[in-house]
């Protein structure tokens, strides 16, 4: 069976400083995969999603980068986080269904908060 | 941009009454789907209705699509207190898109 995992859960961090979140998924291969922002008691803002190595898009102007190493492996970096970064982040992947987007699969998440 | 928006944002029932939610959107979809999300934890996928359904089913949980009225309603019969949670519409464009489009959710309580 498919599993994700997102680390770490939690992290506080200050301003200026750098970011890396890690999504790895277990279980499937060549999924689409999916970084999501949530704030406090609001909706889900989609931030990158990658079809494949090394191919990722951009959904919002921010400060926030994706990579994608590794076929099963999703990176959210930032150089110098804002207090605006502050947020509960989400991976999610999906079965490769051509080109329409089906049932996605999330992370446990990470809270981060900037200091 | 929210493509879906959910209404109410907030809504508190007994536990064994039905809970109905109501999703509106704005442009033509290939497909709709329900999320929940338990306080702090990751979404979980629970039904996908197509454009061209307008009723599903699954377990207590019955979907309604109306696209002329661009509209889906979730209800969950006989709720539970376990039912307690945040529930997200979501809608993918109709066309190339593999992306979906979230709403901001509504609040379910059921108190036990």
């Known amino acids: 069976s498919q599993t994700i995992h997102q680390w770490p859960a939690t992290l506080v961090q200050p301003v200026g400083s750098p970011l890396s979140l890690e999504c790895t998924v277990e279980?499937?291969?060549?999924?689409?995969l999916y970084w999501y922002r949530q704030a406090a008691g609001r909706g889900l803002q989609l931030l990158f999603y990658?079809?494949?190595?090394?191919?990722i898009s951009s959904e919002v102007p921010q400060n926030l980068s994706a990579s994608r190493p590794q076929d099963r492996q999703f990176i959210l970096s930032s150089k110098k986080l804002l207090l605006s970064d502050s947020g509960f982040y989400l991976c999610?992947?999906?079965?490769?269904?051509?080109?329409?987007?089906?049932?996605?699969?999330f992370g446990p998440g990470t809270r981060l908060t900037v200091t | 941009s929210q493509q879906g928006e959910e209404d109410p944002q907030a809504l508190s029932i007994q536990e064994g009454e039905n809970a109905t939610m109501n999703c509106s959107y704005k442009?033509?979809?290939?497909?709709l789907q329900w999320y929940r999300q338990n306080s702090g934890r990751g979404l979980v996928h629970l039904i996908l209705?197509?454009?061209?359904?307008r009723e599903k089913h699954s377990g207590r949980l019955r979907v309604t699509l109306d696209t002329s009225k661009k509209s889906s309603s979730l209800l969950i019969t006989a709720s539970r207190a376990a039912d307690t949670a945040s529930y997200f519409c979501?809608?993918?464009?109709?066309?190339?898109?593999?992306?979906?489009?979230f709403g901001s959710g509504t609040q379910l309580t059921v108190l036990p």
């Open positions: 979501a809608t993918v464009g109709s066309g190339s898109a593999r992306q979906l489009t």
């Open positions: 990658s079809v494949g190595i090394g191919q």
């Open positions: 209705i197509r454009s061209n359904e």
């Open positions: 279980g499937t291969s060549n999924p689409n």
């Open positions: 999610a992947w999906s079965p490769e269904t051509g080109t329409v987007s089906y049932e996605q699969y």
């Open positions: 442009t033509s979809i290939n497909n």
